[in-house]
Nanobody, 114 residues
Framework: QVQLVESGGGLVQAGGSLRLSCVAS????????MGWYRQAPGKQRELVAT???????YYDDSVKGRFTISRDRDQHTVYLQMNSLKPEDTAGYYC????????WGQGTQVTVSS
């Protein structure tokens, strides 16, 4: 069974930083590329960043240079370090595999004030 538990969101001023964490089921974490997604009100969920089981990463252009994705194999946890946050980063953030499975965690809300 897939389990995804996100945490670390909050309210921050523009220019601030947050670090999101996602604890995943060990089995899928070890076998799959993991990704962070976000969904703003009234918008579709979008892929923000991915990290393969190796060292390869991908970032959407909107976060490139500001966000960093990493993963801890021992803790089967994937992180998203978010720096220089902008109001347009405000969204619910979710982790999942990439491609994603049809099972989502509760997400963690990030709100960036201007």
């Amino acid at each position: 069974q897939v389990q995804l538990v996100e945490s670390g969101g909050g309210l921050v001023q523009a220019g601030g930083s947050l670090r999101l964490s996602c604890v995943a089921s060990e089995r899928i974490f070890r076998l799959r590329t993991m990704g962070w997604y976000r969904q703003a009100p009234g918008k579709q969920r979008e892929l923000v960043a991915t990290h393969t089981t190796g060292l390869s990463t991908y970032y959407d252009d909107s976060v490139k240079g500001r966000f960093t994705i990493s993963r801890d194999r021992d803790q089967h946890t994937v992180y998203l370090q978010m720096n220089s946050l902008k109001p347009e980063d405000t969204a619910g953030y979710y982790c999942n595999t990439n491609p994603h499975v049809d099972c989502w965690g509760q997400g963690t809300q990030v709100t960036v004030s201007s």
